[in-house]
């Protein structure tokens, strides 16, 4: 049976990988490594107790640093286990300092790298996770891409088609399987919210939580609170910039992060949504939550074109000139709720379908004692897709 690990480390890898990791388990020999990027329970542990995944066959312990130590700790930690292991493959979703690490050992080490949302660009070269992402795309055998235009960009750069699957989100996937049981919770009415009476913030990203960015930000937030009450489940990034300052003023409800279930149920009964989180954006389309992207640019801009999401930057100004408009309308928000089409799911068995078939093509390659198409198992993957 071939050997297959996967590698994650933050709150959206464990729940983007979620639906994939107990399949894997059946169809191959299945390790979990864990970097220990994100280590909190808050942030790792209540993933794996909501979603009823077992415990990593290894932690890193990696946690927070410099991004060149951190990224240097997690290759360090992972090159070790996976000369012990010797997998055929290593799978790594999108664009953490965790996924990147573990596609530059594996590239080193002749894994092959199957990578989960492939494709997804924002073009800001400031971004660490858009850099991130197109290293690992240059690195990958199998690249998965969640949508059309994610495949259109690999293909633009010249990456090879046989390579690229057409999968969609496995985002998607874990909303889905886990939306009921989010219904069942008391989350709203815990807060002492109203249903579709507040707004739900949340605001993590490199470039929205430096102190200046973070101080506009703030003050639009308070003048928006104006409008309706906001409940913020604050990212340990932004705390760590606020320090223990606390600039909100007293309609905006700051709390800890959330697990998932208890974030799908205060998403899903909001009546908008103001983020940075890419993952945040696609479950919002799902539920039919508004989602104006503290951003000037997203990952998923089919749904900002389709009217469901809106872009509104991070400016003081340009929130209140964006934003406001929509939040302090029903006609807005109602319009963008109709335009929030429901995104396929399947993407889960569409990757399993096709790592099943490529490792299985490889195995029969080298039982039958034959080399692998030219001297690698990637080399020998692409064969096997093409034919
Ligand atoms: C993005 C990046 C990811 C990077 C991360 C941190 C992309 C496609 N993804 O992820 O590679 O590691 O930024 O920079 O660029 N959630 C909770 N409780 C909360 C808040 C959120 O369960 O309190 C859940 C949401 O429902 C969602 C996920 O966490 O499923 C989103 O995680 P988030 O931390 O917002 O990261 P992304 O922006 O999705």
Avoid at 34 to 40: C, D, E, K, M, N
Avoid at 303 to 323: F, I, K
Wanted: charged fraction near 20%; proline fraction near 6%; glycine fraction near 8%.
């Amino acid at each position: 049976m071939a050997k297959v690990v996967t590698f994650l480390g933050t709150r959206p890898d464990i729940i983007k990988l979620s639906p994939l990791m107990p399949l894997l388990s059946h169809a191959f020999e299945h390790t979990l490594i864990h970097s220990g990027q994100h280590y909190t329970y808050e942030m790792d542990g209540v993933f794996f107790d909501e979603l009823h995944l077992p415990p990593p066959d290894y932690n890193l312990g990696a946690g927070s640093d410099t991004q060149g130590r951190q990224i240097a700790n997690i290759m360090i930690g992972l090159e070790n286990v996976l000369l012990k292991e010797s997998p055929q493959a290593l799978i790594v979703a999108g664009g953490t300092n965790t996924a990147l690490a573990g596609a530059l050992v594996a590239n080193k080490l002749d894994i092959a790298i199957a990578h989960l949302d492939a494709g997804v660009r924002t073009f800001n070269q400031r971004s660490p996770e858009d850099t991130n992402r197109i290293l690992i795309d240059r690195m990958a055998t199998w690249l998965f891409a969640p949508g059309e235009s994610a495949r259109e960009h690999l293909l633009a750069e010249g990456l090879a088609a046989p390579k690229i699957s057409l999968a969609g989100s496995t985002t998607i996937d874990a909303c889905r399987r886990n939306l009921h049981l989010a219904h069942m919770r008391p989350t709203v009415e815990q807060l002492g919210l109203k249903p579709n009476e507040y707004i739900v913030l949340t605001l993590h990203r490199a470039e929205n939580t430096e102190r200046g960015a973070l101080q506009e930000i703030i003050s639009a937030v308070n003048a928006l609170s104006r409008i309706w009450p906001i409940v913020f489940p604050m990212h340990p990034r932004t705390r760590q910039t606020l320090g223990g300052d606390d600039p909100f003023n007293a309609a905006v409800k700051v709390i800890k992060p959330l697990g998932y279930l208890d974030m799908l149920n205060l998403v899903s009964r909001s009546r908008a949504l103001l983020t940075d989180s890419s993952g945040l954006q696609e479950e919002a389309v799902l539920v039919g939550a508004p989602a104006l992207i503290l951003r000037n640019e997203t990952e998923w801009p089919q749904w900002v074109e389709s009217g469901a999401n809106a872009l509104v930057g991070n400016t003081y100004r340009s929130l209140m000139d964006r934003a406001w408009p929509i939040l302090a309308s029903e006609a807005a928000l109602q319009s963008m709720r109709r335009k929030a089409a429901a995104p396929a799911g399947g993407a889960t068995l569409r990757i399993l379908r096709r790592l099943g078939h490529d490792l299985g093509t490889i195995r029969k390659l080298h039982t039958a004692g034959q080399p692998a198409v030219g001297d690698s198992i990637v080399e020998a993957v692409k064969a096997a897709a093409l034919s």
